[in-house]
């Protein structure tokens, strides 16, 4: 009956279809933990791959990470680890010999890594030359301690011991690791596995419960280490986040503001004619092979400024094409360098060359690839800031110093300029199809003059201009003002 209710309620199917359609409804099949566990895994993987693709200066950082804070973040370093590190010491010394002599290295190591962190809280991240130069007792204390490991017999039942503490020293350098989670994470099982190891050992070990509480405390102290870096550190190191913090031989990036009439033609040519202008007038002061110089550094800006020109009605293409566009920069800085080759090192305006070159090949952020165009602007011009110095320091003492000096400034007013122009305009690279158009640099040109011209002539009559007040009375042919006297009032 039941089937022949199905069949007159569907009315043109079949009773085959009928029947099929009557069969036990299949039971869902849910995944277990491992199937998900890898598929998640996978996930994860594929995302850490794409993360490496985009660029360094688009990775933003968690809102938290920005937080600032009052106490000093080796302090909340060490109220992770140092009750473990005070226990590991301890047992440490019980068991004696190069246990405890690869402990006294471990805690140097420890101390060191303190001094990293509160030195990152409170600088803005330096170049890679110096965080490593920063990191060297960091390094070479766990150097040390691994050396215990290398140097340990095979044959030796506190072989895990060396093992372990040597891997917890590796950890340490989470600090400069790409990585800070995966870091500590991989090295944690690894310990606990030595750890685990030593445990297996205690009969060897003639059952001294010493060794189990060092492997305890040793398990203990890579826990904390872990947690402390994925509260404080996930994302890498922090940098600079320590309130109120101003280092000696830091400072403080000013962020750069745009102009209202920004534009990408507009302000090159303003660098190529100020800055670069007086360069060449300073350049022709002082002659000689500066002057000749200088008007191949004057080139290359122009065929810059070619160069952006035609990439903002241009799209950027395959790469062989980017290169046929900045072809003809690259050859002009090239003739710049060529100059300061050319001429004797005890020349005495080898420096002034060497010094103009460096500038020129600021201009080559145009094909930068492994950093921003803004950030690589700022590493050379830093650089060339070098020999700027150097040049004033040699010639403080001639006579003829006004020339140098002034020839100094107008290079450094060319840097300024050029990194506040990369930094505005192709943070990032050379833009191309901006759909910018040449045709409106002439009138924006008069417009900004005249912008100019009226802000020059209000900054000079700013003490000139008197704005009339109630009450005041002009004295006709002279040029006085005066305010009318009251009259006192008589009061008996």
Not at 120 to 133: C, F, G, Y
Not at 176 to 201: F, G, M, R, W
Not at 352 to 360: E, I, Q, R, S
Request: charged content about 25%; aromatic content about 8%; proline content about 4%.
């Amino acid at each position: 009956m039941r089937k022949r209710g199905h069949f007159l309620l569907l009315g043109t199917l079949s009773l085959k279809q009928v029947s099929i359609s009557l069969a036990p409804i299949p039971r869902k099949r849910y995944p277990n933990i491992k199937s998900t566990f890898n598929a998640m895994d996978a996930s994860i993987g594929k995302l850490e791959e794409l993360s490496k693709k985009i660029p360094k200066d688009r990775r933003m950082r968690t809102g938290f990470l920005a937080v600032e804070t009052d106490t000093d973040p080796g302090e909340v370093f060490n109220s992770f680890v140092r009750s473990d590190l005070a226990k590991m010491s301890t047992l440490a010394e019980k068991i004696g010999g190069d246990v405890h002599d690869q402990m006294l290295a471990f805690e140097e190591a420890v101390e060191a890594e303190t001094g990293v962190i509160s030195y990152a809280a409170s600088v803005s991240m330096p170049p890679r030359d110096d965080l490593i130069a920063k990191c060297e007792p960091l390094t070479d204390c766990a150097d040390d301690a691994v050396e215990y490991n290398r140097d340990c017999d095979p044959s030796d039942p506190k072989k895990h011991h060396f093992q372990a503490l040597a891997d917890l020293s590796t950890m340490l350098g989470w600090v400069v690791a790409p990585n800070t989670v995966k870091h500590v994470k991989e090295y944690n099982q690894v310990i606990d596995l030595e750890c685990d190891n030593i445990l297996s050992n205690f009969i060897q070990l003639n059952c001294d419960p010493v060794h189990s509480d060092y492997a305890t405390a040793i398990k203990g102290f890579t826990k904390q280490l872990h947690d402390y870096v994925v509260e404080y550190h996930p994302a890498g190191l922090r940098w600079n986040y320590l309130r109120g913090a101003a280092p000696e031989g830091y400072h403080v990036k000013k962020k750069v503001k745009a102009r209202k009439d920004a534009h990408p033609f507009l302000d090159f040519l303003e660098i190529i004619d100020g800055p670069v202008a007086e360069y060449v007038y300073h350049s022709d002061l002082l002659g000689g092979p500066v002057a000749k110089q200088s008007r191949l550094v004057f080139g290359a800006f122009c065929k810059e400024y070619e160069l952006i020109t035609r990439a903002a009605v241009l799209d950027k293409g395959a790469a062989h094409v980017s290169r046929m566009y900045v072809m003809p920069v690259m050859y002009e800085i090239a003739e710049v360098g060529t100059v300061s080759e050319e001429v004797d090192r005890e020349d005495p305006f080898y420096l002034h060359l060497k010094a103009a070159a460096d500038v020129t090949q600021v201009l080559s952020w145009v094909v930068s690839t492994e950093t921003t165009a803004s950030m690589f602007t700022m590493e050379l011009a830093n650089a060339s800031e070098l020999l700027l110095d150097r040049i004033l320091k040699d010639y403080e003492s001639h006579s003829s110093i006004e020339f140098h000096r002034l020839w100094v400034e107008s290079l450094r007013s060319v840097l300024n300029e050029l990194k506040i122009y990369v930094t505005v305009h192709h943070y990032h690279e050379l833009s191309f199809n901006t759909q910018h158009s040449i045709d409106d640099v002439n009138s924006l040109w008069r417009e900004r003059e005249v912008n100019t011209r009226i802000r020059n002539l209000k900054t000079k009559n700013k003490g000139c201009v008197r704005h009339w007040t109630p009450g005041m009375r002009y004295l006709w042919g002279s040029g006085v003002v005066t305010t009318p006297q009251r009259k006192a009032v008589i009061t008996k």
